[in-house]
């Protein structure tokens, strides 16, 4: 790796580890601390390293670093302490020789303990996520406010108030007690689902973030598996539903950022090694007898990278979206659903169902309509692909429908 790029890549690797650390053995009551503590080791090193070069081993210095400021922090505190309360002294978090431990095993557990705290119940699904990116995954502000769409003041904005959330709420840095695990790990599941979906379905026009996003959300529910306390099946159907949808990655967009529909997409593209996880994770969620959606979105999933597309494979996918309706209705699912209906069955039964579902301010129903609707009446498909382009909010879906209805003109299929 070239040297420039070094401090960014240990930035995006290192600062979540040792916020993590310094988190814990502060509180939320010094997060920002902890976080400037850790910036300002990586700006030593930029300073350190642009005068001197690389040390030996980077990632020591910076743990070196990190610990001796941090040390330095609470030794000053522990003077303070000390001076106004004596009877205070025995305490350990004022102790004058502190312990950081930035030990691998100390990280680990501190980001797993951190990824409970983040995804506590008290704050929003939103500001977990924004939160995680930010602690656990090591972005900077600006690409937060680029994931989101939005700017960074807003994001600052977010960021403190779930932070001051927290700290009212007196939330411990802690693996929840067994009693609440199971509830609990439910609710940081689900915010992985959700950082995961923010860069699979984004509308954002960053590729890289995009991709980042997921193989971030992906990384954290590893360590969930990794660990035997939060090791279960649903966790695994999770991993094993971003690895089947993140061996696709590269073939949903062509070189021109457009969305590539799956009948579309060049299998060719398709990361085996990726697939070939997705199904050693789906094996592993088999254990108990406890069916969640993550399984069923796996399942789905899973079929979606099996080639070729046969109609067994849209009807074992037809009855996983039943199946997965019944546990947790959305219109979405309800959607996707009719897609495999019409593959399984017929195009005119999945427009009648879909017709029903009346999602008329979607367009990706509009838009499902007009493919639909493509070779049984071309007038009613291009009048659907006109109503999903009114809505579309971003370039690359206006430029993706843009192509398909030249494809139907330049293919004179209207009727």
């Known amino acids: 790796m070239k040297e420039e790029a070094v401090i960014p890549h240990l930035f995006r690797m290192e600062y979540r580890k040792i916020v993590a650390v310094l988190s814990k053995r502060f509180g939320f009551e010094q997060i920002e601390i902890a976080e400037d503590i850790t910036s300002d080791t990586f700006l030593t090193a930029t300073q ?35 001076k106004i309360a004596p009877e205070l002294k025995y305490r350990e978090f004022i ?28 704050i929003s699904s939103e500001a977990q996520i924004g939160l995680s990116l930010r602690i656990l995954c090591g972005f900077g502000i600006e690409e937060i406010a680029d994931a989101f769409l939005t700017n960074k003041e807003t994001i ?22 067994t009693t609440q695990m199971d509830s609990r790990l439910e609710a940081v599941l689900a915010t992985i689902y959700l950082l995961f979906n923010e860069g699979y379905y984004s509308v954002s026009q960053n ?39 993140a061996s696709r990655f590269e073939a949903r967009f062509n070189k021109n950022g457009e969305t590539v529909l799956y009948d579309e997409q060049d299998t060719g593209l398709w990361n085996p ?45 037809l009855q996983l979206y039943n199946r997965l309706l019944q546990i947790q209705y959305s219109p979405i699912a309800a959607l996707n659903r009719t897609y495999a209906l019409s593959k399984a069955n017929s195009k005119e039964e999945a427009i009648l169902e879909a017709e029903k579902l009346n999602l008329i301010e979607n367009p990706f129903y509009f838009g499902l309509l007009g493919e639909l609707w493509l070779d049984i ?18 370039e690359t879906g206006r430029l993706t429908i843009q192509a398909k209805l030249a494809k139907i003109s330049e293919g004179n299929f209207i009727s």
Not at 69 to 80: D, E, I, P, T
Not at 161 to 172: F, G, S, T
Not at 212 to 238: D, G, I
Not at 285 to 313: F, V
Request: charged share 25%; proline share 4%; aromatic share 8%.
């Open 377 to 394: 009446d071309n007038k009613k498909s291009i009048e659907n692909f006109k109503k999903a382009l009114v809505l579309t909010k971003t």
């Open 156 to 177: 600052n904005k977010r960021l403190f108030r779930a932070k001051e959330k927290l700290r009212a709420e007196k939330i411990d840095i802690e693996l929840p007690a």
């Open 95 to 122: 102790s004058l020789d502190p312990d950081i431990d930035l030990s691998p095993k100390n990280i680990n557990d501190s980001q797993l303990q951190m990824m409970f705290a983040i995804c506590h119940p008290s």
């Open 273 to 317: 090694e990726m697939i070939s996880q997705g199904g050693y994770y789906l094996n592993r969620s088999a254990n108990g007898d406890k069916i969640s959606k993550y399984h069923l979105e796996a399942g789905i999933a899973y079929w979606s990278t099996q080639k070729p597309d046969t109609k067994e494979k849209w009807e074992n996918v």
């Open 207 to 245: 590729k890289t973030i995009r991709k980042e996003l997921c193989f971030e959300a992906m990384r954290l529910c590893k360590m969930l598996v990794e660990n035997e306390t939060t090791n279960n099946p649903s966790a695994n159907a999770l991993l094993s539903l971003m690895c089947f949808h």
């Open 48 to 82: 350190t390293w642009g005068m001197n070069g690389l040390p030996e081993n980077p990632v020591a210095w910076l743990y070196n670093v990190a610990k001796n400021k941090a040390k330095n922090h609470l030794q000053r505190n522990a003077v303070f302490e000390n």
